[in-house]
């Protein structure tokens, strides 16, 4: 069985790489998809499209940019992780939750213990909650197994 993850959430740590390296170490047949996650080069992808004075016309153009690359990614994902860092609130996390939940598309959380009232809707369709990079590798170990 091969599955198709989509990296979603907080980009200033490394529990991306974490995850890769854990689907390594047990040879998972998983291909992982994730967002653009240099923070610069997200904020100016509709750059070319004009130059803008006002500064909310500018995220405009690169959230819609940047929509081309994530809700194809959703949608050809079997599972999405959706990272919530302690740094900086990651409302485009949260929006990627609705959209896999719009679409039926299964998700899993990972976040800390302190933020778990403000994502209780969040988690509440969640099929896990996780903290760790590790749980999310147990759960793509275990869900790939053939039993």
């Known amino acids: 069985m091969s599955f198709i993850i989509y990296l979603s959430g907080e980009i200033h740590s490394e529990w991306r790489e974490e995850i890769k390296q854990g689907i390594k170490d047990l040879s998972l047949d998983v291909e992982v998809l994730s967002p653009v996650t240099d923070h610069d080069a997200s904020d100016a992808a509709g750059d070319h499209l004009g130059e803008e004075s006002v500064t909310f016309w500018r995220d405009h153009k690169s959230s819609k940019v940047n929509a081309i690359?994530?809700?194809?990614?959703i949608k050809k994902a079997d599972l999405?992780?959706?990272?919530?860092?302690?740094?900086?609130?990651?409302?485009n996390a949260a929006f990627d939750a609705g959209y896999c939940a719009a679409l039926g598309k299964p998700y899993i959380t990972m976040h800390a213990k302190n933020i778990i009232h403000p994502l209780k809707e969040v988690d509440a369709l969640a099929l896990a909650w996780t903290q760790t990079p590790q749980e999310v590798v147990d759960i793509l170990k275990y869900t790939l197994q053939p039993y």
């Open 69 to 73: 690359r994530t809700q194809n990614a």
């Open 80 to 91: 999405v992780v959706i990272r919530f860092g302690e740094k900086y609130k990651q409302w």
